[in-house]
């Protein structure tokens, strides 16, 4: 049930998918991890969405050189822990969420146990190591993986339902080096915009996810397009996983 | 036919025809949509070496010293997957579209 301030508050997103997907996302819970780039769209977008529980990691502080593109950090927060910074922002921008934000560095000892009964893990990583062990953990629960990555003006999204779609290690079997890498923050703005879009189609069972589908955004150019993705047979990390016949958004 | 004779080379080999799409980084240092003649035969590798020639820095980019394909490198055919260890024996057909792609690993 919805109180009076929340059907004003969704009323112009429930003209799209109805009190019914209001509900579902009321009802979801989003383990997002990272608030830094791309953590920070998809965040605020998903909290002012009204995703009913978001649980958002990061280790870091907020340091001056994270402010031309981590929208969620302030120049006052600098030196502050960035899991508290993005709570206060996060529970300003909807009070009537929840918000776990967990100041944990996120490895193979705490990753289920962090990610628990999520119903979706958004990648808002900044390395493949990490990114990596998000895709071992979704293809263990079969929760949904929302991934994004981002590089100067140049950005990479695709949707993974474990078992359905190519994982990550499928499409991506190698890590690219590890790098200071340039980034304009509008860049992650509109990587994490299209992971949080995916999230709430998802939720609501609205439109075509990008199953399958790498969509490859060129800032330079102003052109996206997409590449067809398949599932390696041989994937070392979802290869003997049958196909399960699921309806995404479709929430048992 | 015109476009046949067209398509021989000084061998008298009929030639093929495919067209090289670089993204993100790769697409900046080499260009992009490149279509290109080459003879029956060539392999993925060898064309896509050519190519990258043009410009030591988009070559340093896909490969490495030894000259072969950084790993982390992903490359398509006609929008399937084909495996870096195999691009040097997979031969290039008439019509290829080949896509070469650098993930990229920022958040």
């Known amino acids: 049930m919805f109180s009076q301030r929340e059907l004003e508050r969704y009323k112009r997103q429930m003209m799209l998918f109805g009190e019914e997907g209001q509900e579902r996302l009321k009802k979801a819970h989003i383990f997002i991890t990272g608030a830094g780039g791309l953590g920070s769209p998809v965040s605020i977008y998903l909290a002012v969405a009204g995703i009913g529980t978001i649980t958002i990691i990061d280790m870091d502080v907020v340091d001056q050189t994270n402010l031309n593109r981590q929208i969620l950090h ?47 893990i958004v990648d808002a990583m900044d390395n493949y190591p990490t990114r990596y062990l998000l895709n071992d953990v979704a293809i263990a629960k079969k929760i949904p ?31 690219p080096p590890k790098e200071v890498f340039p980034v304009v923050g509008v860049t992650p703005g509109i990587i994490g915009t299209i992971q949080a879009n995916e999230v709430i189609k998802y939720l609501t069972d609205s439109g075509e996810l990008l199953l399958g589908r790498l969509f490859i955004w060129d800032g330079l150019q102003s052109h996206g397009e997409e590449i067809c993705v398949e599932r390696n047979p041989a994937c070392k990390a979802c290869g003997g996983m049958t196909t399960k016949k699921t309806i995404p958004g479709k929430k048992k | 036919m015109w476009w046949y004779d067209n398509k021989k080379n ?15 980084r790769f697409r900046e240092l080499l260009g992009t949509d490149i ?51 195999d691009a040097d024996k997979t031969v290039i057909a008439d019509g290829d579209e080949i896509a070469v792609f650098p993930p990229v690993a920022g958040g």
Request: charged residues 25%; contains cysteine; negative net charge.
């Open chain 1, 74 to 120: 302030y120049d006052r927060d600098i030196g502050r822990k960035k899991t508290a910074s993005a709570e206060e922002k996060l529970q300003e921008l909807n009070p009537d969420i929840i918000i776990n934000a967990i100041d944990v560095k996120i490895d193979e000892s705490n990753a289920i146990n962090l990610i628990g009964n999520a119903d979706g």
């Open chain 1, 145 to 175: 993986l929302f991934h994004g990555g981002i590089r100067g003006f140049y950005g990479q999204a695709t949707t993974i339902i474990p078992g359905t779609t190519p994982c990550l290690k499928c499409i991506f079997p190698k890590a």
């Open chain 2, 10 to 24: 000084n061998t008298g080999e009929e030639e093929v025809t495919v067209k090289i799409r670089f993204f993100a």
């Open chain 2, 35 to 85: 279509v290109t003649d080459v003879a029956p035969g060539t392999m993925f590798t060898s064309l896509i070496t050519t190519v990258a020639k043009k410009n030591p820095e988009g070559y340093a980019a896909i490969f490495d010293e030894t000259g072969a394909f950084h790993e982390f490198v992903i490359l398509m055919r006609n929008g399937k997957r084909i495996d870096i260890a």
